[in-house]
């Protein structure tokens, strides 16, 4: 069982910056790619960013791509999603997954979830 829990989520003006955190149990940890998706109200859970087991594949979104980025640390069992220039729209609840399957961009293939962050930009 792997059970996933974020942290590091809040509020924020426009332009500011967070770091989500996702604290991962189990060993298994460091063999899996990892994933952070995002849902706002009344949408589809999209991808963000995803991020291989070893740290040195990162894919993001087009909507993020330049303002944020993936990390991990296997040493800690720990993926990070650090977010700059955060803009209204990147609004939602982050989630992030363990992906054991090879499509990086569908929820499908992710087999464990946190329970979410929450994440306001206000304008």
């Known amino acids: 069982q792997v059970q996933l829990v974020e942290s590091g989520g809040g509020l924020v003006q426009a332009g500011g910056s967070l770091r989500l955190s996702c604290a991962a149990s189990?060993?298994?940890?460091?063999?899996?790619?990892m994933g952070w998706f995002r849902q706002a109200p009344g949408k589809e859970r999209e991808f963000v960013a995803s991020i291989n087991w070893s740290g040195g594949i990162t894919y993001y979104a087009d909507s993020v791509k330049g303002r944020f980025t993936i990390s991990r640390d296997n040493a800690k069992n720990a993926v990070y999603l650090q977010m700059n220039s955060l803009k209204s729209e990147d609004t939602a609840v982050y989630y992030c997954?363990?992906?054991?399957?090879?499509?990086?961009?569908?929820?499908?293939?992710?087999?464990?979830w946190g329970q979410g962050t929450q994440v306001t930009v206000s304008s």
């Open positions: 997954a363990r992906r054991h399957g090879r499509n990086y961009y569908y929820t499908d293939d992710y087999d464990y």
């Open positions: 189990g060993r298994t940890f460091s063999g899996y790619a």
